[in-house]
């Protein structure tokens, strides 16, 4: 009798109309090695792993060094205008490491300012990129296109600046269209009626602003919202996925691993204890790996549950993760060396364990977790959504 393949995820039988090619590590990370045939199904990789794969992504310390190793446009954070003192919507530039704001207004009492590119004010001029971004504001708003005018409020403002309520577009001016999406950023109820009244009775002739092609201060600052629980589940689905493909005795899936696959897909199913030492690697720590340049390293040990180190991009970033599940191989660790964008790999299988890593307790020291990085000052807005 054959048995049929199950998705070691949720259990469904993998067949022709719903079979799928899971990336090990995501392919937006620079992963191109695909997992053993029949083992994901379409729903699971298109839907809750592609989530978490982008969760990973978008973790503000893993899109400093992704900007500038993989020139992957990053979500976005904020930066810090020093004039003004108000904190700006921001992303980092593909060229380099450093910010540049979208173009957003800004609402106070009495009137808006508008803060944009330099490279867009030099392409149009202040008022010209003013009136465009105006022109399609308030079309998208009258027209009530579907999602082009999103509201988005925070849950806490961050620790340094003013923030007050603004609306901001992730396009260039130069690549403004009719489809593209406005986003309406607040925090609390009056501002959400601020940003409303404004749209409606905004008039851009004889408008009264304020705008600066002076962005951000000279030193550079980086605040990005950070998910922990994501974060913390979309590294399981790393160690998950690199035991599926590496053991040869061990089954892994839904009823074998279930509390960690329960909480890749659910985010319960493991004792919050598990995870009191996770979470960023000590980077002078981390070069014990001796992660080789524009390579991942994993290291998977088990003793008595998993522990996944990740080093990223050459030991740029380092993660640690712990997980529960069962070891019938005859190693009790393999390193994993994953050359960016090769499915080239190497490992190494051993029963000897090596020491562990330290974890940095202050998310926000980036110097100790990411000392390559020229950002002076990181602040990250923990959110649990």
Known sequence: MIIPDKCIYCGEIITNENESREHIIPDCLGGSKILKENLVCKECNNGILSNLANA?????????????????KSAGGWDFNSETGIVLEAHFSEDKLSQSVWPQII??????????????????GEENCLRIFHKYLRNSYEEKKENCVLFDELKSKPRFGLYPPRIFTKHAISSLKGDCHFICRYYGVIDKHNIIERIKLWEVINPNYRSSMCIGSQIQQFS?????????????????????????????????FKESILFIIEGKGINPAVFRDCGFVANDDLQRLNCPDETHKFRLTFDNGWVLICSFFGGKVGTRVCFPGPNYEDWRRIDIEAPINSTDWRKEESLIIKP??????????IKKIIPSSNIENFETMLVQS
């Not at 990973?56 to 190793?69: A, E």
């Open 56 to 72: 990973l992504l978008y973790t503000p310390h893993i899109q400093i060094v992704t900007v500038q190793d993989l020139r992957i």
């Open 107 to 124: 609402i106070h009492d009495d009137d808006v300012s508008f803060f944009t590119s330099s490279d867009d004010i030099n392409l149009y």
């Open 224 to 256: 990005g919202r950070f998910n922990g629980p994501l974060f913390l589940r979309s590294l399981v689905m790393l160690g998950i996925n690199l035991l599926a493909h590496y053991c040869k005795i061990t089954k892994v899936n839904k009823d074998t």
């Open 356 to 365: 562990d890593f330290r974890c940095i307790t202050d998310i926000n020291n």
